[in-house]
């Protein structure tokens, strides 16, 4: 008899533990669901005084640029990564101007948060048709782009001598990213993440 009880007191005490674990976990995502949530300390938005935003500095920096007058630009300075060469200037904890050495010249790739830019006129079921007209010849300007992709204009997310990288995002934070050669305004690459 006491061997019985000893047994039912430890199914009684299994299923209260996993009904307390229940209660915390629907408790957590309830919090998360609905934005009340304590954020870690490592995810709150760290507030940086920049001369500009992300997308608009991008658009006001070149290449040619020194690394002096980037950082006059944008208004941060900028970290540097001796291995690779690399200036990054960070604008916030997820948006940064990047400037690398590729060859005789340099690149520079603009991280932006995709939430800022989302856009839910931005149709992307036309991609697998960009891409089958771009394989097969066909020429797409940036124009072209913008009436294909539903008016939306794109935003400058790099930048090399040759051309500039456009990102569009759609209102699922799916990006459709088209390199335009500058010296004919054509598309050359594209690509759907």
């Known amino acids: 008899m006491e061997q019985k009880s000893r047994k039912i007191a430890l199914v009684v005490a299994i299923i209260a533990g996993i009904f307390l674990v229940a209660v915390v976990a629907i408790g957590i995502i309830d919090g998360i669901q609905s934005g009340t949530a304590e954020k870690p300390e490592d995810e709150t938005e760290e507030v940086i005084s920049a001369n500009c935003s992300t997308i608009e500095c991008i658009k006001k920096i070149d290449v040619t640029d020194s690394v002096e007058k980037i950082t006059e630009t944008i208004g941060v300075e900028p970290e540097y990564d001796e291995f690779s060469e690399r200036y990054k200037w960070k604008l916030s904890n997820n948006e940064s101007i990047a400037r690398e050495k590729s060859g005789d010249s340099y690149i520079l790739q603009a991280t932006i948060n995709k939430e800022n830019v989302a856009n839910a006129d931005v149709d992307l079921s036309?991609?697998?048709?960009?891409?089958?007209?771009?394989?097969?010849?066909?020429?797409?300007?940036?124009?072209?782009l913008v009436k294909k992709l539903g008016g939306v204009e794109g935003v400058v997310a790099g930048k090399t001598k040759n051309s500039k990288r456009y990102i569009w995002v759609d209102k699922h934070n799916q990006t459709f990213s088209a390199t335009i050669n500058n010296d004919d305004g054509k598309c050359s690459i594209i690509s759907l993440r």
């Open 126 to 144: 036309v991609y697998n048709e960009i891409k089958a007209d771009i394989q097969n010849g066909k020429a797409y300007t940036y124009e072209d």
